[in-house]
């Protein structure tokens, strides 16, 4: 189990997270959601041990990891950007981890992955040479390969969408309950949090809004703010789609 203690963390004397208190259990997929710039990416680094926090202590397995550094820590992220290396092909992206650490991951199981991934066809090619979805499954499998015991995405769907969006969201479903591996995916997308976890953070001016499963979320949110960025967006969603399906409609019938 991974325990955030009242966590704290500012830059420049202006406070991004306050008093954050957390527990995730092992296996689960949680969503971190929340508007641009709330310190989605904050919480992240400072569970992967690349920022230190001000105050309060993060617990793995009921050990106090606050002060161990990352390397140490023994997770993984994908970030934003995806970070490949443009001058690698596909595969020596995927297995630039295991350079140095060849006894992580054997040959078959990075060929799984690779599998698992759907980038058989792909490995000789230039990062330059693929698309977004392809360049992002890149990425989930070089972390992969490196069997994190914690997995941590920053927006790994937000580049995609349509089928490639839906087909990624079901492979890191997949990966997660295979490997029974703790995911942690930062979205700003209702829609993505509520379908792709067991549980859905909600933060706000860098305080938790909410943390419950999706059906909690949706059913009984604790607050306006939950209400109005959440509810409100699937509802613009829907809205949306309502007004396509009917300008459809409507040309149709000119048609007819
Ligand atoms: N290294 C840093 N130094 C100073 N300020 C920072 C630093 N990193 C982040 N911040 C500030 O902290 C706040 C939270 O940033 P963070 O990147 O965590 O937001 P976010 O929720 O991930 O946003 P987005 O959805 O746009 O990615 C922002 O106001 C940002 O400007
Ligand atoms: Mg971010």
């Not at 680094?45 to 050990?63: E, S």
């Not at 992206?93 to 991951?105: Q, V, W």
């Not at 997660?176 to 700003?188: N, Q, S, W, Y």
């Amino acid at each position: 189990m991974l325990e955030l203690r009242h966590i704290k963390k500012s830059y420049d004397n202006v406070t991004i997270l306050e008093d954050i208190n957390l527990k995730i259990q092992d296996g689960e997929i949680v969503s971190i959601l929340g508007p641009s710039g709330c310190g989605k990416t904050t919480l992240l680094n400072l569970v992967l041990g690349l920022t230190p926090a001000d105050q309060g202590q993060i617990l793995f397995d009921g050990k106090d990891i606050t002060k161990v550094p990352m390397e140490e820590r023994g997770f993984n992220i994908v970030f934003q950007d995806y970070a490949l290396f443009p001058n690698l092909n596909v595969y020596k992206n995927i297995t630039y981890g295991l350079r140095n650490k060849p006894d992580i991951s054997t040959k078959e199981e990075v060929d799984e992955f690779i599998e698992l991934l759907g980038l058989k066809e792909h490995l000789n090619k230039k990062i330059d040479q693929l698309s977004g979805g392809q360049k992002q499954r890149v990425a989930l499998a070089r972390t992969m390969v490196m069997k994190p015991k914690i997995l941590l995405l920053d927006e790994p769907l937000s580049a995609l969408d349509g089928v490639i969006k839906e087909s990624i969201k079901e492979k890191i479903k997949e990966i997660a309950r295979d490997f029974h591996l703790t995911t942690i995916i930062v979205t700003h997308d209702p829609e993505e949090a509520l379908t792709l976890s067991d549980k859905v953070l909600i933060v706000n001016q860098g305080h938790i809004s909410q943390y419950g499963a999706p059906e909690e979320i949706i059913t009984a949110p604790s607050n306006n703010f939950v209400k109005e960025f959440i509810l409100n967006q699937l509802e613009i969603k829907r809205n949306n789609i309502f007004a396509l399906f009917h300008q459809d409609l409507t040309r149709n019938a000119q048609v007819v």
